[in-house]
């Protein structure tokens, strides 16, 4: 992770569970941290407990289904610390109920946040990147279920856009490589994560992950030669089994 010191990540989602948790290890590994969410006083408080660690953290409010205040965040990047190096497209929204009885709304929430937030994220980092000369390297923080093609019950909406991110990565990855561009994509799906997202979907008792063990596969992706890239890394708690 030395090479990455100094470095600039992008982080979405980054006030709670996985985000959060991504955030204090880059920090502390020396990156410069831009971590953006809804709830910027969650970041705030990051920010201050992060205060003494070799990186930085800077919060920024952005609503992910936005495409105005998606573009603002690069604008400060842009004009303060130069260019993404890697971009973590962790956000994302989650609503348990059959599709018969989904509400528009949280249908539209989801896939506004899964898939296109992620895609405009996606695409103006890779402008960032392209300017630049320096490794990059784009993490998709998928789902298990986003290789189910037969879903989970009440998931129904949820589990296609996870497919989604399992397309758009591996597109993107293609891509990029087709344009000789070495910018590194990879779609990092977790089984069953104990967060504040899925407490309402893991049954008690159920293996579950923590956040630092998705974090710490990540920091294993991010720590790879510059010449390897980490495609899709499932990862799961043993005895996890989602129905």
Request: charged share 20%; hydrophobic share 40%; proline share 3%.
């Amino acid at each position: 992770m030395e090479r990455w010191e100094g470095k600039v990540a992008l982080v979405t989602g980054a006030s709670a569970g996985i985000g959060a948790q991504i955030v204090k290890d880059l920090v502390k590994y020396g990156m410069k941290v831009v971590g953006v969410a809804r709830r910027l006083e969650k970041i705030k408080e990051l920010e201050k407990e992060l205060k003494d660690c070799k990186g930085l953290l800077k919060g920024i409010k952005c609503d992910i289904t936005s495409e105005n205040e998606i573009k603002n965040v690069f604008a400060w990047i842009e004009q303060n610390w130069g260019e993404v190096n890697v971009l973590v497209n962790n956000a994302a929204a989650l609503t348990l109920q059959p599709l018969a009885e989904c509400d528009t709304q949280a249908i539209k929430a989801m896939f506004d946040t899964n898939v296109i937030g992620l895609s405009i994220f996606a695409r103006e980092c890779i402008n960032s990147m392209k300017s630049h000369s320096n490794e990059c390297h784009i993490i998709n923080i998928n789902s298990y279920v986003g290789h189910l093609i037969f879903g989970v019950r009440g998931m129904a909406p949820y589990c296609a856009t996870k497919n989604a991110v399992t397309v758009l990565t591996e597109s993107l990855r293609r891509e990029l490589g087709a344009n000789n561009q070495s910018i590194k994509v990879t779609s990092l799906s977790p089984g069953l994560v104990d967060t504040e997202m899925t407490g309402m979907v893991i049954p008690n008792g159920q293996p579950q992950l923590k956040p630092k063990d998705v974090s710490e596969t990540l920091i294993y992706c991010l720590s790879t030669p510059p010449g390897i890239n980490i495609t899709e890394l499932t990862v799961m708690k043993i005895g996890d089994v989602i129905y």
